[in-house]
């Protein structure tokens, strides 16, 4: 089987990311590019395999495993037996180099995923859309794709666990959620993970993009936006309510987080 698409770009132009091209190739034919394609490149592969090589370096790309090619980075692949089912997907946007960075996938790599299931539903569902909707198809398929470099990046074997959440930082977000009303610290980070702190601070950029005591902040800002909506309690019991030791740091933090202040918050509330 084989197809692709080149969808026309339109209002999907003005989107953040967007869908520049999708498709598979049950055996992929040998693809070499050079600095002149300009977009980045996400692959997953179902069945056969084939080889990669970027940066004088060659990798066997097997079943359940994906790779990723920045925009404007030399590389070649081509399959080693009769059958490689390839499948590519390549997104663009103003915004879309600055998600993938967030992402992870900032460089030339290749990946163990968990899983393919969710990609290939997913997958299915931008083909449909662009094959049978010439009018909105790429928006709806523009839309799916935001839900499928999510599933990618949970997919992806970054950091040695599967592709699944690391049981430490799951163990502090639990600790965090049912307790940030108090004073947490990174010992007891360590003691509910048994994880010194230098490998939770790590686990938490890789998984979650923040340090630990900036998400216990952004939890507890949640919190107060949540009372700010739905109660009349002043700024000082919101404060001692959702854990801040003062309520001039809450307000400090509570306008560098959101942009404005707790009673434009307010008065706000309504939208």
């Known amino acids: 089987m084989f197809f692709c698409h080149y969808p026309i770009i339109s209002r999907e132009g003005d989107l953040p990311i967007y869908l520049v091209s999708i498709g598979m190739h049950d055996c992929q034919p040998f693809t070499r590019r050079g600095t002149e394609y300009g977009y980045p490149q996400i692959f997953y592969c179902t069945t056969g395999s084939g080889m990669l090589r970027y940066d004088g370096t060659q990798t066997e790309i097997k079943p359940g495993m994906g790779f990723f090619i920045p925009a404007s980075y030399p590389h070649e692949y081509y399959p080693l037996g009769d059958v490689w089912d390839n499948h590519w997907i390549i997104p663009g946007g103003y915004a879309c180099d600055r998600m993938l960075a967030g992402m992870g996938f900032d460089k030339p790599g290749v990946f163990t995923l968990d899983s393919t299931e969710r990609l290939d539903r997913l997958f299915a569902e931008m083909h449909e859309a662009l094959q049978y909707d010439r009018v909105y198809g790429n928006l709806r398929a523009s839309g799916c794709l935001y839900d499928f470099l999510i599933e990618y990046e949970r997919a992806v074997d970054h950091i040695g666990n599967s592709g699944k959440a690391n049981p430490a930082v799951v163990k502090c977000v ?3 959620d049912s307790e940030y009303t108090r004073q947490i610290t990174m010992d007891d980070l360590c003691s509910v993970s048994g994880m010194s702190k230098q490998h939770i601070c790590r686990l938490f950029r ?3 993009g923040t340090r630990p005591m900036e998400y216990v902040a952004k939890r507890r800002i949640q919190a107060a936006k949540e009372l700010l ?4 309690m002043t700024a000082e019991e919101i404060a ?3 854990g801040f030791g003062s309520s001039s ?6 306008r560098r987080y959101e942009g ?3 009673t434009q918050f307010r008065n706000n509330r309504t939208v």
Do not use: A, M, R
Not at 249 to 254: E, G, I, N, R
């Open 174 to 176: 639990g600790l965090i």
């Open 206 to 208: 890789l998984t979650l």
């Open 229 to 232: 909506s739905s109660t009349d």
């Open 240 to 242: 001692e309510t959702v």
């Open 249 to 254: 740091y809450f307000c400090k933090l509570f």
């Open 260 to 262: 404005i202040s707790t």
